[in-house]
Structure formats: structure tokens, C-alpha cells
């Protein structure tokens, strides 16, 4: 979707809560919004109940949504979510281990039976990995990799400098490409 049509569908759904513009606002950031919450809740039955009050918020306070330019929607948005996030975990005191059976469904229907269950595998061992993070750099990390923003929309919702998001995802990532080689090394 380009930012003009974003726009528009923003303007329409704040003017008369128009239904068509908040379902089309829904669908596009829906997979984005439900990768990043699942990833921090970990249950999918809980990412779905967080979703769902994630996306009731952003209804009941479009009206006081300001768009400031591209990016600036998704920033604001995932503002809500982060915010949700942590009421969850607040709530809740502790983050689950995330399951097998509670990771996204691999998109790919050419990959066999063992090759998507070693895909899954895989992205439980990167979520574990992810969480011997520290909590800026899982956090900078999350928004980038499962929520799809770009480093000026995380540096909005962060409030903190797009240089310093791009430093804590360069780390991040060395971090993580390194206590992967030590965890494959000690598997051997």
C-alpha cells in the first residue's frame, strides 16, 4: 500500500469510522502486528487475545492519530502493540516458552514434512537466542525482523535515534551470529 492510499484509508475510517477503510487498514497491518505479538507473548491463543486488543485500541483512538508522513501509521500502531505487549507481561510476570506447536505455520507449501518441522526448530532455537538479549536489542530486533518496520519507524516508537536503532540491530545481530556458532559448537 503507498503512503498516499494509507492516507486516504486514514482520513476516511477517522471521518466516519468507515468500516471498508478500517477493515482494509486491518488486513494490511494484521500480519505484521500478529508476527510481532507472537513472538514477545509466545502462545498463539495469547498473541491472538493481544492482537484483538491491539486492534479494538487503535478503533477506539484513531481519532487521535496526527499522520506525520509515511511510517508514521505503522509507528503509531506498534506503539499499541509494544504498550499491549507489556501489559500482557506485566499481567502474566513472565514470558512463556514458546512451543513448537504455537509457531507460525510455515508459509512455504513446497517444503516436506521434516523440512518444515526443522524450520520451526530452528526458529525456536533464533527465539531463544533472541531472548539472551539484552531487552533493547530483543526489542529493536523484534519490530525489525517480525514486525517488518523499517529503522525511522522503530526509532519513532523507541524514541530513541535511528543511528542508535541501526547500532543495537548490527549488534544484535553479531550477538546472535555468534551465540549461534557457540550453541552449534557445543551440539557437535
Known amino acids: 500500500m503507498d503512503a498516499e492510499h494509507e492516507r486516504h484509508l486514514i482520513e476516511q475510517a477517522q471521518r466516519n469510522t468507515d468500516p471498508?477503510?478500517?477493515q482494509a487498514l486491518y488486513r494490511q497491518y494484521f500480519p505484521r502486528v500478529f508476527a510481532y505479538v507472537a513472538y514477545r507473548v509466545g502462545r498463539?491463543?495469547?498473541a491472538e487475545d493481544v492482537v484483538s486488543e491491539i486492534f479494538l485500541r487503535v478503533i477506539e483512538h484513531l481519532d487521535t492519530f496526527e499522520y506525520r508522513g509515511e511510517g508514521s501509521f505503522a509507528a503509531w500502531m506498534f506503539k499499541i502493540a509494544h504498550t499491549q505487549v507489556a501489559n500482557f507481561h506485566r499481567i502474566h510476570e513472565t514470558?512463556?516458552?514458546i512451543l513448537l506447536e504455537d509457531l507460525p505455520d510455515i508459509q512455504s507449501n513446497a517444503l516436506a514434512p521434516d523440512s518444515a518441522l526443522i524450520q520451526k526448530e530452528l526458529f525456536a532455537r533464533l527465539h531463544h537466542l533472541i531472548t539472551t538479549l539484552a531487552p533493547?536489542?530483543?526489542e529493536?530486533?523484534?519490530l525489525k525482523f517480525f514486525g517488518g518496520l523499517r529503522n525511522q519507524e522503530i526509532a519513532e516508537l523507541l524514541g530513541l535515534d535511528e543511528r542508535t536503532i541501526a547500532s543495537h540491530l548490527s549488534r544484535g545481530l553479531e550477538d546472535l551470529q555468534r551465540k549461534f556458532e557457540?550453541?552449534?559448537a557445543n551440539h557437535e
Do not use: G, L, N, Y
Open 20 to 22: 471498508a477503510a478500517i
Open 44 to 46: 498463539k491463543q495469547d
Open 95 to 97: 514470558q512463556s516458552p
Open 136 to 138: 533493547r536489542r530483543q
Open 140 to 142: 529493536v530486533i523484534t
Open 182 to 184: 557457540e550453541e552449534k
